[in-house]
């Protein structure tokens, strides 16, 4: 099945249980495919948890689900060693973190050190416990979602560890229709019990979609096109820091897997400017002067854009 396949099969599954939030089902299906992950930005009860909880059966993986509090410590997540009376021995316990789709909820209410270890274990894909490296389990990918609103009592996440996520989706309130189409769907039961019912994906789809993307070829003019974006970020009057390099090559691999998405083996300009928002929304800061004027940091990238040639 190839990839274009897989991520409808996906997100028709998705929509079964899920209505609308089309933007950010396409963006976690390329995460998965990508090994990458997703930070989702939205009041409660928009689905979010319900998100996740369905990717994991869909790729017929396991799900946890961790609630971020200021009192959560590091161990919560990872696991640690635990000593028994009956054998005299200690006995490493795994933490929520060993499951193939984690979700962080309301990230930024934990403590820094407790999500610096998240964030290590997402980056080198293992935790060392005692000594003793574990590798978390394939695929792995952590949803982690936080308020855009309550800020109180929270720890924002710094810059550097913002750019561990792939992507950051934004998840507005559904539109009147939509919002119907949920009451409807909670009329006839709770959405949570259809994902049970979902048949997940073949086993080999998730790794034939990744050969896929990885064979997805790039012209010279539109890696040009992504550097010239970067930098233009970094030069930008309305933000005081720009998009790291490594920003530049999750932009290049998520271009890479929107064209497999279309079906094709080539990456066009399109491909890179309709995922520079995700891929960049959260790895740039803006000037003050641009926030009292009322730009985001959307704005602001689209901005950039417009003063860019595109490749023909």
């Not at 990744?210 to 009057?237: A, H, M």
Request: aromatic share 6%.
């Amino acid at each position: 099945m190839s990839t274009k396949d897989v991520a409808q099969r996906f997100t028709e599954s998705v929509h079964k249980v899920i209505v609308g939030q089309d933007e950010t089902i396409r963006l976690s299906f390329m995460a998965l495919a990508l090994r990458g992950h997703v930070l989702i930005e939205g009041v409660p009860g928009t689905a979010k948890t319900l998100l996740a909880r369905t990717a994991a059966r869909l790729i017929g993986g396991s799900f946890k689900r961790i609630q971020f509090t200021p009192d959560l410590m590091p161990s919560d997540i990872v696991g640690t060693s635990i000593f028994e009376i009956a054998t005299s021995s200690f006995r490493i316990r795994l933490g929520p973190v060993f499951a193939n789709v984690v979700l962080a909820d309301e990230v930024n209410r934990a403590p820094a050190k407790t999500q610096a270890a998240l964030l290590e274990a997402m980056e080198e894909r293992q935790v060392t416990l005692e000594g003793e490296p574990h590798p978390l389990p394939d695929p792995f990918i952590v949803i982690a979602t936080q308020n855009p609103v309550e800020y109180e009592g929270t720890y924002p996440l710094p810059e550097a560890e913002l750019d561990r996520f792939l992507f950051k989706a934004v998840v507005a309130y559904p539109q009147q229709p939509e919002e119907a189409a949920i009451l409807r769907r909670h009329d006839k039961g709770r959405p949570l019990d259809l994902v049970e019912t979902l048949d997940a994906l073949g086993p080999t789809d998730l790794a034939t979609s990744r050969e896929e993307i990885e064979n997805v070829t790039v012209e010279d003019s539109v890696v040009g096109y992504i550097v010239r974006i970067v930098e233009e970020t970094r030069r930008s009057g309305d933000l005081v820091l720009g998009a790291s390099p490594r920003a530049g090559v999750h932009l290049f691999h998520a271009a890479k897997a929107a064209a497999a998405l279309e079906g094709r083996d080539f990456v066009t300009p399109d491909d890179v400017k309709s995922l520079v928002p995700p891929t960049l929304r959260h790895r740039v800061v803006l000037k003050a002067e641009a926030e009292i004027e009322g730009v985001d940091a959307d704005a602001a990238l689209r901005r950039v854009l417009a003063r860019l040639d595109v490749p023909r």
